[in-house]
């Protein structure tokens, strides 16, 4: 999928309220979707924006009375573009659903429903997001067979094209080893013509495994008959393939020498596969049964296992038994997980990490092995060299079916399941199975809640900073503080993995209050340390309802000894629009102990600048998709300009994050805009450090 965390959703809005597209729009941001939104407020502005604008959606109200749905329909049909269309609806019957489909909406999104509302977004966008992707890779292959085509024509290799045992592609080089002028001359002729008598059986036989479906072998050797009934020794290779959208069997027919010892060759050609390290089948080998496995699971609904393996720990084992023994080290493994994985395929698939594909393997029974070995490692010693390791090791796992039939996702799968692994404390097994997501979900999740727990109970939070730096110049010390969960490793995990975790299990609240308290304690560090050190923190939408934060913050402010000035607390756009008598409270009380509020994300919403009038910041931080595009983009220069001058008449400061560029740099000093952060300028690091002088 191309949609990702950051990804926006380009979005109209078709609504006689703004107020309700507004909230339309902090719905969506609330669920974790980022928006780029955009109004119509006539049939030609509607029309204009599906020509002009990038557009993934149009959301239209089925009750507007200025733009009748139905006209509506017709401009977004006719527009000649893949957007779909959703009709928005406090209520829906049998009768207006026909209707609105009959115009041409692909769903209807019921705003009284915010499940079903964000399960038909999501489902429309994603649809959108495959059907894009489809028509990009057929572009992409149709480019990529017409290369094909052009190289096996000019290769020296002899390649033929079979289709049950028939030939229907074969290049020069092919035609001229057997004799033949044209593909016309063998086109359409058994393969079997081209095999000597004696070897007619045995050949027969391997023709019959792969119409059945079965994979080919690597290598197969006989004896080969050319067009005036000389033989001669060869070796045939095998590789699915499709021609012309059809499926088939590449054939790379090689001539054999008659001084050449097969029983070498054969040998040669298995060194060829391994890993010269530790014995194992080396990446691209592995990778090629893989592919095969795959392949065998979309067309004939197979069922396989993949398993990726890393040991825990690796750079601690690495102090003990040396650099030099980290080869011994992975084939010590290796050995160790061929006598667990029951004949199943093992390769070394990276630096520390082994592979292993059991063919025929139902999730069940790939469970049961993914945890065999990891006991067979939890419970033994490894002996490396003079050392004994009791080395323990995580492990991702996909079972691979029809519904994940694509080696790169397979691969992905399983990887981020290794990373999964390592980060709740490794000695465990992350099994992805498409056809059980729930159950694997919640294992999971509920991992991921117990991590966190214990970090909230004693110092597991990493805290990073990033220096948010005055475009004047005026001296001013301020961080922005992340925070990121250790990971088993002592590598911290990205804060986008476990918040929105937090968030469904309640723990939010705790984050925050974690933070805070971390951060006066930094502050009133720093200030006796002879630093004014302002730290900026986002907080949550459940720290600005909570009727006792406010509390909480003037008694740590006052025991530590530090001037509210000093905190920063950001809370996004989105959240205070549809909390705005709640974020009105929490402003006020934080006024009280000297404590500055930031709206982060500023900009993206449909009329942001109407917050103001109800909100009163002290600072405004710039949604970073301006950011993105701002050196070449004219509509971004123009919007942060806009922002820039709003907030300067109101008093309030700006802070554009994420800067890319030298050139953004300029622009933004130029639109008056106060600070600046991004890893351009100065990047998110473990210590307060830069020099802001």
């Given at each position: ?13 078709v ?39 990038p ?32 009709a ?27 499940q ?41 290799e ?25 593909f ?46 000389n ?28 001084d ?9 050609e ?59 080290l ?90 999964a ?14 056809g ?12 991921w ?11 597991g ?30 590598e ?15 723990l939010?609240?705790d ?15 720093r ?37 509210g000035?000093?905190?920063v ?5 989105a ?12 402003v006020g ?24 009038t109800h ?79």
């Open positions: 999928m191309a949609i990702g965390k950051d990804t926006a959703l380009r979005l109209i809005l609504d006689d309220q703004v107020n309700e597209a507004e909230a339309i729009v902090s719905s969506l941001r609330n669920a974790g979707i980022a928006v780029r939104p955009l109004r119509a407020e006539s049939l030609d502005e509607l029309a204009s924006q599906l020509a002009q604008q557009v993934d959606m149009v959301l239209a109200e089925h009750a507007s009375t200025l733009m009748p749905f139905n006209e509506v329909a017709m401009v977004v049909m006719g527009c000649g573009r893949d957007v779909p269309l959703l928005v609806l406090d209520g829906v019957t049998d009768e207006i659903l026909d209707s609105v489909q009959s115009q041409g909406a692909q769903a209807v999104a019921l705003r009284g429903r915010p079903q509302f964000l399960k038909n977004v999501r489902t429309e966008w994603h649809d959108l997001d495959a059907r894009r992707s489809q028509r990009a890779l057929e572009a992409q292959m149709r480019e990529t067979e017409r290369r094909c085509d052009a190289l096996i024509d000019s290769s020296r002899p390649i033929a094209y079979i289709h049950e045992g028939m030939h229907i592609r074969a290049n020069q080089a092919y035609l001229e080893m057997f004799g033949y002028e044209t016309e001359d063998i086109e359409g002729m058994s393969l079997l013509d081209l095999v000597a008598p004696k070897d007619v059986d045995e050949f027969k036989a391997l023709l019959k495994r792969l119409s059945k479906g079965e994979p080919p072998p690597p290598r197969h050797e006989l004896t080969a008959r050319d067009i005036e009934g033989d001669f020794p060869a070796v045939m290779e095998f590789t699915a393939a499709q021609y012309e959208g059809e499926a088939c069997q590449q054939v790379i027919f090689r001539r054999q020498a008659q050449v010892d097969p029983e070498l060759a054969r040998q040669v298995q060194l060829k596969q391994r890993d010269a390290a530790t014995g194992l089948l080396n990446r691209p080998t592995f990778l090629g049964l893989l592919d095969a496995a795959v392949a065998e699971a979309a067309s004939h609904g197979a069922q396989h296992g993949l398993l990726l393996i890393e040991p825990d720990h690796y750079a601690q084992l690495l102090q003990v038994i040396g650099l030099d023994a980290a080869d011994q992975m084939a010590a493994m290796g050995q160790r997980l061929e006598s667990a994985g029951n004949g199943a395929v093992v390769g070394r698939f990276g630096e520390h990490q082994l592979a292993l594909l059991v063919r025929g393997s139902d999730h069940m029974a790939t469970s049961e092995l993914a945890e065999r070995i990891r006991d067979a490692f939890a419970e033994h010693v490894l002996e490396v060299g003079e050392n004994s390791l009791n080395a323990t090791v995580s492990i991702g796992g996909v079972q691979i079916g029809e519904k994940i039939a694509s080696t790169s996702q397979v691969l992905a799968k399983a990887s981020q399941g290794v990373v692994a390592i980060g709740v404390g490794g000695n465990r097994v992350e099994l992805f199975d498409p059980a997501v729930d159950r694997a979900e919640q294992e999971r999740i509920d991992a809640v117990a991590r966190i727990k214990v970090a909230l109970e004693g110092d939070f990493r805290v990073d900073y990033q220096p948010v730096i005055a475009l004047a110049g005026d001296g001013s010390e301020m961080y922005e503080m992340f925070l990121h969960l250790y990971g088993s490793d002592g911290p995990v990205e804060a986008s993995t476990y918040l929105a975790i937090a968030e469904e299990h309640g939010l609240g984050i925050d209050r974690w933070a805070v308290a971390r951060a006066i304690e930094l502050a009133g560090e200030l006796r340390a002879g630093k004014r050190t302002s730290l900026l923190l986002s907080m949550s939408q459940e720290a600005v309802q909570d009727t006792s934060m406010a509390g909480f913050i003037a008694e740590r402010l006052a025991t530590a000894g530090v001037p000035e000093l905190l607390l950001a809370v996004p756009e959240k205070v629009f549809t909390n705005v008598r709640a974020a009105q409270d929490f009380a934080m006024a009280g102990v000297g404590v500055r509020i930031a709206l982060e994300r500023f900009g993206a919403g449909l009329n942001s600048m109407q917050l103001l909100f009163d910041p002290a600072f405004l931080k710039i949604d970073p998709q301006f950011m993105t595009d701002l050196a070449k983009s004219a509509d971004s220069q123009q919007q942060v300009r806009n922002i820039a001058n709003q907030a300067h008449g109101r008093g309030i400061r700006t802070i554009a994050d994420r800067v890319q560029d030298a050139a953004s740099m300029t622009m933004l000093f130029s639109a008056g805009v106060d600070y600046v952060q991004g890893n351009f300028l100065a990047p998110t690091g473990p210590s307060m450090n830069h020099d802001f002088s």
